[in-house]
């Protein structure tokens, strides 16, 4: 209608009156893998990232306030003959306080699926909860376990809805699927990539250096455990917002075990002990 | 007092029926038949073909669709119900290798065309979808399924089946030859036509038949395919009188 037009409001008004009805039975649901989760409500005529983006971006902020998004970790994932090995710390920052040095950073999805957390801490713990939730779902739907694939992907869809309104989220999706082991990379613009070896946070430099530097697909499993750990505890001691205990997964054919929990501190000991 | 309740699809009668979901079933009891059989590394499905009129093309009438390369179905009932609800599975078949990155098993399609007819039984205004389908593929793994759905929106898995006119004589038939997993294709495509023949008049030329082996896409079977099916049949069935 002309005057909707004027005022701009016709942009985000859906004229549904005629088609109501049509709504209602053709409505999409989780049968389709609707990606638009209705939890999340948007405020209709306001745009959250320009909204947020005096208050991020720039020096001041709005009245002198400025929200301090940063995120500190280090997570990695990598592939190898005898699965997938996950290695996380275990430090959760606001700022340059450290909140707690226990925080889980890992999310056991189910038996066969791990996901990791690195960015807004709030933001991963909602999303991953979220996606546990939709591959129990599937689970019960389909009388099968869902794909690491599938879940990636729905991650993905799930988060690129809210693409620009400040959401913080590097995740990676590991487990062991009727196609082998797998693992993905997931992050808050939606992307969504298929690999053998990833890190993430502000440590993940670090981590990759020693990575890149030991890592052979023929690894064998302690030597595998070693790697992981050893690159997390790198990136640990050199990045200020990583640290507290190095947390290990192994993803095998029979489903995940937690290799290990151990304190950097006993770690640092350990592996400048063995240069003498 | 049967007219008072049949008037609305969402009323229920005082004997638990919904007159209307009985009533599409009707229809699709005048729909041409359709035979679905499931051997062990091949499915079948058959249909008998309508008498076109002298100037129609018949090569626009088509009764079997296919959804995806893994996955297609027959009908019987109201041929333009039928247009809306291949065209629905065909787009969450993609909709399902989209998310999924995995083809959609037969069972979830099913579900999913079954769920979309239920909704139909229980809304205001709506009429039910006056088809029943037969629905036949290879899932990932190589299973072979064949599934019926009918207009309330129940599906079930069947070895194998008949819908629409004579479906009673059909499935007697199917009945009594069916053999349990038929490792021979041209056993199992032989058991369809012979089931088709014994409804159709006329013969071979009235039979559309389609086939679909594991790990191939779906063929539709020529005429004179089908003629020569037919004629081993007539001299197998000489040999035993």
């Known amino acids: 209608m002309a005057l909707l037009d004027v005022c701009g409001i016709s942009d985000w008004v859906k004229e549904d009156g005629f088609n109501a009805e049509r709504a209602s039975v053709d409505k999409v649901n989780h049968f389709n893998f609707a990606a638009q989760t209705p939890e999340l409500a948007v405020p209709v005529g306001v745009d959250p990232a320009e909204f947020l983006r005096p208050l991020v971006d720039s020096e001041e902020g709005v009245d002198g306030v400025k ?15 005898h699965g997938v090995m996950v290695a996380v710390d275990s430090r959760a920052s606001a700022g340059s306080y450290v909140s707690t040095q226990m925080f889980k950073k890992v999310i056991e999805i189910n038996p066969f699926l791990l996901g990791t957390m690195s960015g807004s801490a709030a933001d991963c713990v909602y999303w991953e909860r979220v996606l546990a939730k939709e591959c129990r779902i599937y689970k019960l739907r389909n009388k099968e376990r869902i794909s690491v694939s599938a879940a990636s992907k729905l991650l993905a869809n799930m988060v690129v ?10 995740t990676m999706i590991c487990g062991w699927d009727k196609k082998g082991p797998g693992l993905y990379y997931v992050d808050d613009n939606g992307l969504r990539l298929c690999g053998n070896m990833f890190s993430t946070g502000s440590g993940n430099t670090y981590a990759y250096g020693v990575m890149d530097s030991g890592y052979r697909y023929d690894l064998s499993v302690p030597e595998a455990y070693d790697l992981a750990q050893r690159a997390i505890f790198h990136a640990t001691h050199r990045d200020a917002y990583s640290g507290g205990t190095v947390n290990m997964y192994h993803m095998r054919e029979t489903g995940w075990i937690k290799v290990s929990q151990e304190d950097v501190g006993d770690l640092y000991h350990r592996f400048f002990n063995e240069k003498k | 007092m049967a007219m008072s309740y049949d008037r609305a699809i969402t009323v229920f009668s005082p004997d638990g029926h919904l007159f209307q979901v009985d009533y599409a079933q009707e229809a ?11 051997g062990k590394n091949v499915v079948v499905l058959g249909v008998e073909k309508k008498i076109v009129a002298k100037l129609q093309e018949d090569r626009t009438v088509r009764k079997i669709c296919s959804l995806d390369d893994n996955v297609f179905m027959a009908f019987a009932g109201l041929t333009a119900d039928a247009r809306i609800i291949v065209n629905r599975a065909r787009v969450e078949c993609q909709s399902h290798r989209l998310t999924v990155e995995d083809p959609a098993t037969v069972e979830y399609i099913t579900r999913y065309i079954s769920s979309i007819k239920q909704r139909y039984t229980q809304s205001n205004g709506r009429r039910p979808f006056g088809i029943s389908s037969l629905i036949v593929g290879f899932d990932f793994d190589g299973t072979p399924h064949l599934y019926q759905t009918d207009p309330s929106g129940t599906y079930h898995a069947w070895k194998a089946n008949a819908i629409g006119r004579s479906a009673k004589t059909v499935r007697e038939f199917l009945e009594k030859n069916y053999k349990e997993d038929m490792e021979s294709d041209t056993d199992t495509i032989k058991l369809a036509i012979r089931a088709l023949l014994e409804v159709v008049q006329s013969g071979g030329k009235n039979i559309e038949l389609a086939i679909m082996k594991r790990d191939e896409s779906m063929k539709m079977l020529a005429q004179e395919e089908i003629e020569e099916y037919v004629t081993a049949i007539e001299t197998e069935k000489q040999k035993k009188t």
């Open chain 2, 28 to 38: 699709v009891k005048k729909g041409s038949t359709a035979v679905g059989v499931r």
């Open chain 1, 161 to 170: 809805n809210y693409r620009g309104m400040g959401l913080s989220m590097g």
């Open chain 1, 67 to 81: 929200i301090n998004l940063e995120h500190g970790t280090t997570t990695l994932a990598f592939k190898f003959q």
